[in-house]
């Protein structure tokens, strides 16, 4: 295939791939990537937000949790406090913040938006450090367009007509990032590398690197597909297109499994059961549970935590799928669950 089509195909199966090539970026905070020497450390995962599109609170959700997405990944070694999206979980995660971290004077933190739908963000006004004025937040997250900033986009739900503070009365100090394709030195011997998924706008998996341990983040992520008609029948079918199409869609899936390869721990996004998946377009967007399970199998991951559970499955289901999984996995290395409220990983 030539470069000129493969280039064309990128730009029709994923715009951001096209318009943000991967890059190395540098700036005050966070710089090119260095050498980094591998030592022992622990670090604490815990999950204070696991529900995906709306929070689903109730009976039947008080297992898995109803709260939207929010991961803690904690360095226990210098308390460093790394946080992943800020969906409604992150109102739990500030006061914890408030009570423990800034009476001891540690009020820097850093924010990882995977995107900015409205589940991923939407607990933003309500991250209690965010009105003190010794906090310091670094907000990292990718946008859609080059013009439209993070600061913006994030901002944009605290304005008087969805909320009773204004992003400009915040006391801590924010500083945004907009982050692309890349690599980039976190500081503390962390490394961050990017990835572009297949979403409805742009959206960053990451993959955090720490003193020998990787911790990966693939939401919200489909498994790309080809953009060409398959059907013979139909008058834009191409015989060519289609094997290209094959092609490009093999080469983007295999650079996000490629990315996860290894991990100690893998948070996918997995709402739903393949059969969920073919029945219905509204599922597509995201991954089935089997595929999360079968990338993360060939890719030697260690531990997979299936999260952004639909507000339809209640406890009962997620049980049932879970002991499914148990069954399936009895000869598997990898420990495969999904991922409860409250839940928290050591690594
Ligand atoms: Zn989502
Ligand atoms: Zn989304």
Redesign the pocket.
């Known amino acids: 295939m030539s470069n000129l089509l493969r280039i064309l195909l990128l730009s029709v199966s994923c715009v951001s791939v096209t318009l943000f090539l991967p890059f190395l970026s540098k700036s005050d905070d966070i710089s090119v990537v260095k050498e980094v020497t591998s030592l022992e450390s622990p670090i604490l995962i815990r999950f204070w937000g696991t529900r995906?599109s709306i929070p689903t609170p109730g009976k039947e959700t008080t297992k898995y949790g109803g709260n939207t997405l929010c991961v803690e990944i904690r360095l226990k070694e210098n308390n460093r406090l790394i946080i992943i999206d800020a969906g409604s979980g992150i109102r739990e995660l500030g006061k914890k913040v408030v009570s423990e971290d800034i009476p001891i004077g540690n009020n820097t933190f850093d924010l990882f938006l995977?995107?900015t739908?409205w589940?991923?963000i939407q607990g933003f006004p309500f991250f209690s450090p965010l009105y003190l004025s010794q906090v310091k937040l670094r907000v990292f997250g990718p946008v859609q367009y080059e013009n439209d900033l993070l600061e913006n986009i994030v901002g944009s739900q605290m304005t008087y007509r969805y909320f009773p503070v204004s992003a400009s009365e915040l006391a801590a100090d924010i500083k945004y990032y907009n982050l692309k394709q890349g690599t980039y030195d976190l500081g503390d011997n962390i490394v961050l590398r990017t990835i572009y998924l297949n979403?409805?706008?742009s959206?960053l998996g990451y993959r955090f690197e720490y003193n020998g341990k990787v911790i990966c983040t693939v939401?919200?992520h489909q498994p790309f597909s080809n953009l060409f008609t398959t059907d013979p029948n139909d008058p834009m079918y191409d015989e060519q297109m289609v094997r290209d199409g094959e092609q490009v869609k093999k080469e983007q899936n295999k650079a996000v499994e490629d990315f996860i390869a290894d991990a100690d721990l893998v948070i996918f996004d997995a709402p739903y059961t393949q059969k969920q998946y073919e029945e219905d377009s509204k599922s597509h967007?995201?991954s089935p549970i089997e595929y999360a399970i079968a990338v993360a199998r060939k890719q030697r991951v260690k531990k997979l935590a299936m999260l952004?559970h639909s507000p339809d499955s209640k406890d009962h289901l997620l049980d049932s799928y879970a002991r499914k999984l148990s069954k399936q996995d009895s000869d598997s290395k990898l420990d495969a669950f999904f991922a409860e409220e409250g839940m928290e990983i050591e690594l």
């Open positions: 995906g995977t995107h739908h589940d991923h979403h409805t706008i959206c939401f919200d967007d995201h952004h």
